[in-house]
């Protein structure tokens, strides 16, 4: 096997080892009545404190009906609210109820102590080298 195809090999493997390790992390962070779709549009909503569904879909891959869908069930369990814009009653805003922001800040916890779990065997180098890898590959 060749240098390139190595490095090819090595490179997944670790990318597979990481997604498999963000999906537990997600399974392990939601509230089981929740999916992970559902508490990442949560986490979302959150994060803006109100927005509209083209925020949200901004930031997930999912198709305006799926995410139509996830709104929809989160809205039924009461996790949040819709409310129409007085100047547009075309927009709607997407806030969380009180039970979904407790849901949210529940969730964001969890993550933050199984992440620092996770990195507490990185030493401050390799967090940062880990972090500058991550922001160049999103970009």
């Not at 597979?16 to 509230?31: G, H, N, R």
């Not at 509209?52 to 609210?81: M, R, Y």
Request: charged share 30%; proline share 1%.
């Amino acid at each position: 096997m060749d240098h390139d195809k190595l490095e090819a090999n090595l490179l997944d493997h670790a990318l597979t080892k990481y997604l498999k390790s963000t999906k537990q992390l997600d399974e392990a962070t939601v509230p089981k009545h929740v999916n992970n779709v559902r508490g990442f549009i949560l986490r979302i909503i959150y994060r803006h404190g109100s927005c509209t569904i083209k925020d949200i879909l901004k930031e997930v891959t999912l198709s305006p009906s799926a995410t139509t869908t996830a709104l929809n069930h989160l809205e039924q369990e009461g996790f949040i609210e819709r409310s129409r814009n007085n100047n547009d009653r075309r927009t709607v805003w997407i806030t969380l109820s009180e039970s979904g922001r407790g849901a949210a800040e529940q969730m964001i916890e969890n993550r933050q102590q199984l992440i620092d779990g996770m990195f507490e065997r990185l030493t401050a180098e390799e967090k940062k080298t880990f972090l500058a890898i991550i922001a160049k590959l999103a970009q």
